[in-house]
């Protein structure tokens, strides 16, 4: 049967492309499908800040009227303007085990990318790797946790199939609070001499200043991350848009800060996994997926470190040995006994023996790929 690649132009389009992950993980208990509601508003051209910077074009690939893969092609400027580079990106795909729908796929996003003179393709990343991005290479046993992708095994065979090849692994490391003697001292002495010998004292974030919060969580985050590859600086629009709409996930035992004489120095993001209450909503609110959620959300035991990070300048302080010592502090006073933390670059050998200090392990892997664009000469003035 003819293969069919179109551009996403209708609501009913943006449902398809929503809804087919469903089907290609119907059987799959590890995979844990997302609110509707959500992703058509992230989608929303008019709703996510991330057009204000960046444009994006989502395709379908069909047979006999059957959806059978997604994928996206967008620019983010912010990213090309701070690297000085060309990169096109993609992101959201999905696909059943078909290498032709796959290539098809593609070969869309790459012609789209160089009408707008891209020369390399990276991805995947929803819209930016400050979203869910890669291929998970390692860890299809785990359940993904909040803000995490979980693909098929068969999903790199694909992408490499189609020339893409590695750029960068990025790695979640599991803590668990029962580990703390596995912790090596070194950790809590510097915990110890951070507020005594540096004047830096760690606090909990406020959620009724959350705007003030996230401003300094802004400043730490595009100082402490700018040297990362595929950073991409975070703007307190984003920030804040992203945190208000899930508030809901903010909880204030997990989110910190690092200050000094009134100075934001570093940063923790911390969220319990929304994932277990999304497992028993099956992607809808309605008609009782907000029943169960109220019932499953005082019942989440783990967390997923996502951000933690302290400026270049207080990075010999010992802050991250701090932000350490209270998140074993949190999980043995809350529900959440331990978690995941990550994404880290599997570049990034001080985050990466932090994580092995503290009693860590590598849990699960993503890949991020890449692909050179031959210019075919159609790229945009």
Sequence with gaps: MSLEIRPVRSRQDLSRFIELPRRIYRNEPRWIAPLALDRRRYLDRAKNPFFEHGEAEYFLASRAGQVVGRISAH????????????WGLFGFFECENDREAAGALF?????WHRLRGRDRLVGPMDFTMNDECGVLVEGHEHRPMIRQPWQHPYYPALLEAQGLEKAMDLLMWNLEVSDRDKVLPVIFELADKLEPEHGIRIRHMRKRDLEREI????????????????????????ALHEATQNKLLLDENWMMVAE???EVVGAALTVPDFNQVLATM????????WLKALRTLKKIDRVRVGFLGVKPEYQHTGVAAGFYVEHFNMAAKTPQSGGEMGWILETNTAMNRGMEAMGGRVVKRYRVYEKALADDGRAEG
Aim: charged share 30%; aromatic share 12%.
């Design 75 to 86: 620019v983010d400027r912010n990213l090309n303007d701070f690297h000085g580079n060309r």
């Design 107 to 111: 070969r869309a996003t790459e012609a």
């Design 215 to 238: 401003r300094g969580f802004v400043e730490v985050y595009n100082a402490a991350w700018s040297d990362n590859w595929g950073f991409v600086p975070l703007t307190e629009r984003d």
């Design 260 to 262: 000094r004489d009134g």
């Design 282 to 289: 099956n992607g809808r609110l309605l008609p009782l997926g």
